[in-house]
């Protein structure tokens, strides 16, 4: 796999990435997004939606739409649409996962999905001047409070009481209320992102400063082997978060939990059991590898990271990073010429032959569009 030449990744994001997908994902007489490519390439034609996928999706054509890309409003506006009507019952609930005709196939209201229809509406908002989408904004996070908040803090799950608890959809829920924030004068959008950055430092860090995964109800370590799991990839998300939080917020607390984050993510890349340089995807506290493979999605977060360094510490290590990870990733998991991803590489550095999820493609646009930004096409591909 190839990488872009030096100062072209912008013109490779919307010229080639975003519209390739946007093919492949979006049809108009067809409800909804594809969810997952084939091995082969070839979208598949399942019948099942997902919020999720339908969220990130109108995150992604939203956001490709403020990039310039023609057409990307539409695929946008076509996103939206099936989210408000078919994902979202009649009730006001969103659903798991749907049919094309919006009957449920999984009738819960999952706290991940939610997370990730505020930062669709969000980001349609900042793309189309709709104020509409922030009513609907308010209503499902009335629903967070109302019916998911949990007594120990933070949020529940799901409406079943799925066990364990996540920091994950917590983080989520961050990101969404940054974007909101951005596009709302409510103060609620930066009120709940400051719980959620105290949450995460109070109940999800241990004592040596690393970001545990799985909880029991009372945010204690869940037991047994998931209750050490950590994920550099989401040290590196939390590290780009918390940046941000600090630029809206002015929260000191925010800058000195993103350092603590990033540089114990840094050891994980730089150890000496990993030659690969990439991110794998699970080491436990001491950095003793549990799952030494490598999604794709951890690699964007480090490249994420790696700009938030550049920009809020002026970080010269970090340009130097960026430009090493960049080249990793489009040698080993992108391809330029039609913008398909290997998923994930083993631990050799083999990839492994599986459906390409197209819920990746956030992970993709928002860190290549990150790079693109602040480097100003100065960083070498």
């Known amino acids: 796999m190839s990488t872009p030449a030096r100062n072209d990744l912008l013109s490779w994001l919307t010229g080639t990435l975003l519209p390739g997908w946007m093919e492949r994902a979006f049809d108009p007489a ?5 969810e997952y490519l084939g091995p082969d390439a070839k979208p598949e034609t399942s019948d099942l939606r997902t919020t999720l996928v ?5 995150y992604v054509f939203s956001h490709a739409h403020l990039l310039g890309v023609p057409g990307a409003l539409a695929a946008a506006r076509h996103g939206l649409a099936f989210l408000t009507q078919a994902c979202r019952r009649a009730d006001g609930r ?7 005709r919006g009957e449920a196939v999984d009738g819960r209201s999952d706290f991940y999905d939610l997370a990730f229809v505020l930062f669709a509406f969000g980001w349609f908002a900042k793309a189309t001047g709709d104020t509409g989408v922030l009513a609907m904004a308010g209503e499902v996070m009335d629903f967070l409070e109302e019916e998911l908040a949990h007594p120990a803090g933070g949020f529940s799950e799901d409406t079943q009481g799925t066990q364990p608890r996540r920091q994950n959809p917590h983080m989520h829920l961050l990101e969404a209320c940054h974007a909101l924030a951005a596009v709302s004068p409510d103060p609620r959008w930066l009120t709940t992102a400051d719980k959620l950055v105290r949450l995460m430092r109070e109940r999800m860090l241990d004592g040596n400063g690393t970001l545990g995964e799985f909880f029991s109800e009372d945010w204690a370590a869940f037991p047994g082997p998931r209750g050490l799991i950590r994920e550099p990839g989401h040290h590196f998300e939390w590290t780009w978060l918390l940046y941000h939080h600090e630029r809206l917020t002015g929260s000191a607390e925010a800058r000195e939990t993103a350092r603590k984050l990033h540089a114990f993510g840094q050891l994980q890349v730089d150890a000496a059991t990993n030659p ?17 493979a490598a999604l794709l999605w951890p690699q964007t ?23 090493q990870h960049l080249r990793l990733v489009f040698r080993h998991f992108v391809d330029r010429e039609s913008g398909l991803w290997a998923n994930q590489l ?11 999820p197209v819920r990746v493609l956030y992970h993709l646009v928002l860190a290549l569009a990150e790079v693109c930004r602040v480097t100003k096409g100065d960083a070498a591909f």
Do not use: M, W
Not at 30 to 34: K, Q, S
């Open 301 to 323: 977060e480090y490249l994420k990271a790696q700009v938030a360094r550049i920009e809020f510490e002026g970080d010269r290590d970090a340009a130097a990073r960026l430009e």
């Open 54 to 58: 339908t969220a990130r999706l109108t």
């Open 346 to 356: 083993d631990e050799c550095g083999r990839p492994i032959a599986e459906r390409v």
């Open 94 to 100: 969103f659903s798991h996962s749907c049919t094309a």
């Open 30 to 34: 067809r409800p909804g997004f594809v």
């Open 276 to 292: 690969s340089r990439l991110v794998v995807n699970e080491v436990d506290p001491t950095g003793r590898v549990l799952n030494g």
